[in-house]
């Protein structure tokens, strides 16, 4: 499928298969445009009078661009038909989980106003913390259960997992005991509001972790009214110092610094400018997922605003990248030379199949936004024989190929496959419904991410050309 756009002014086309991305003036684009964006088929009568009547004195370069582009799409270098995947193409043998979101407690030092999971507790009204002895369980499923795979990752989540400090030490020398005698990869990280992040946390987590996402949402007074404490007491200014402190230690080792936006800061990009400003060069803005009823959910009013906010967003990363404080936004990180394949792009996060959520009490869910619906419990891993109820597993495996009509006709599906199921279920009630303002603000922040990749080419072939 062809999608043709604009950001910031330039007027581009995406194929979704063959990757091609290509910018154009603006007679060339509105030409394309006309085409019809599946089978490639020419403009008809109506929409060619249209494009002659706006350009008047075009004639010639008309027929000649259009003949361009039907060439083009004879040779399937734009309007390349869709690659058909099934099930068995994606796993020709069983899937086998490789990834786990480990529960290392359900309760938080902070009361975030968005939480998902409750402000800590997952909405059960009991705060709990993992033992050790669930925990070496739940690794011990995960090795069991990832049959063949050799690269395996664990996400030490919560709540916030630095209150329960003694056992994560104990988990991690547990895994490098099980990964020395299995010969497993177990590849660690840790997602923290780092409040309690220290010099001796700091120490550990850079020795034995391979990644840490660290949660600030920004400017001090955005962050301060969505994320205060348990008292309602501002947390900003000790979670910036430690955040800044790990960062400045952790050398070439993998984090990123994660933030929400929500109704009340559509201005994001200028959250992620004053990270940036702070050097926390791994960032990451991700729009809040809400209940439309919350006074901090995102409107229909709002996502006009946040269109216009990524393409801000995109031209500071593009002009800050030769800048005082260069960063890498994470949505803005396409590879499209080199990138996944399309079935590995449309299996997505494994929901349900590849990944699943362990909590306190070792009981499975497919993921981490979907712990505590009973509809969804999978099991428990203290089980014998360690299984997961297949019932489950087999409707969110029904769910990693995008055979919904929507995804079918949707130019961005190799890039979100079918978009958050958790999310689509939260939004609809149905993992068969669709999250309508998810799927509009994921196209327009590819469109943002596309435009970025065009202008660092841009800038490249620019000191090529003068080098």
């Known amino acids: 499928m062809l999608h043709t756009f604009t950001v910031n002014g330039d007027y581009l086309a995406f194929d979704s298969e063959t990757q091609a991305l290509v910018a154009m003036d603006y007679l060339p684009w509105r030409l394309l445009e006309a085409f019809d964006a599946f089978t490639g088929e020419g403009p008809d009568t109506a929409a060619l009078t249209r494009i002659r009547l706006e350009f008047p004195d075009q004639a010639d370069a008309i027929a000649e661009i259009a003949a361009e582009i039907a060439a083009l799409r004879d040779d399937e270098a734009l309007f390349a038909p869709p690659t058909e995947v099934n099930l068995e193409q994606l796993y020709p043998e069983k899937p086998l989980i490789k990834s786990m979101c480990l529960h290392i407690c359900h309760d938080c030092n902070l009361r975030c106003r968005y939480c998902f999971a409750g402000q800590g507790d997952y909405h059960s009204g009991m705060r709990s913390l993992l033992s050790a002895e669930v925990g070496k369980q739940a690794i011990d499923f995960l090795i069991d259960a990832s049959g063949k795979r050799h690269n395996l990752d664990i996400d030490f989540f ?32 840790i997602t923290t509001n780092a409040l309690l992040l220290n010099k001796e946390k700091r120490d550990y987590i850079n020795m034995h972790f391979k990644n840490c996402v660290l949660s600030i949402d920004g400017r001090e007074q955005v962050h301060n009214y969505m994320r205060p404490s348990p008292s309602g007491a501002d947390s900003f200014a000790p979670i910036l110092r430690n955040i800044k402190e790990f960062v400045a230690e952790r050398g070439d080792k993998e984090f990123y610094v994660r933030g929400t936006y929500t109704h009340y800061n559509t201005d994001f990009a200028s959250d992620v400018a004053f990270l940036a400003s ?41 002009e800050e990248k030769d800048g005082a404080h260069p960063y890498r936004f994470f949505h803005f990180n396409l590879d499209l030379d080199e990138g996944p394949c399309a079935y590995k792009r449309l299996k997505g996060c494994g929901v349900g199949t590849e990944y699943i959520a362990v909590t306190p009490q070792g009981d499975i869910y497919p993921c981490h936004q979907l712990v505590g619906k009973d509809e969804f419990l999978m099991g428990n891993v203290s089980q014998k024989p360690n299984q997961l109820n297949p019932a489950i597993t087999a409707q969110f495996a029904d769910h990693l190929v ?36 998810g799927c509009e603000l994921q196209k327009k922040r590819l469109e943002a991410a596309l435009w970025v990749k065009y202008k660092e080419k841009e800038k490249e072939l620019a000191r090529e050309q003068f080098a």
């Open 402 to 437: 995008p055979d919904r009509q929507p995804c079918q006709t949707c130019w961005a599906r190799y890039y979100c496959a079918g978009g958050c199921v958790a999310n689509h279920y939260q939004a609809t009630g149905s993992l068969d419904g669709i999250y309508e303002q």
């Open 278 to 318: 702070e050097d926390l060069q791994q960032i990451s803005m991700e729009p809040v997922v809400a209940d439309s009823h919350e006074p901090y959910a995102l409107t229909a009013e709002d996502i006009e605003k946040i269109k216009t906010e990524y393409e801000k967003l995109a031209f500071h990363y593009v």
């Open 158 to 189: 919560g709540g916030e997992p630095l209150l329960n400090w003694d056992v994560v030490v104990e988990l991690v020398d547990y895994c490098e005991q099980r990964s020395a005698e299995t010969g497993k990869d177990l590849r660690l990280t």
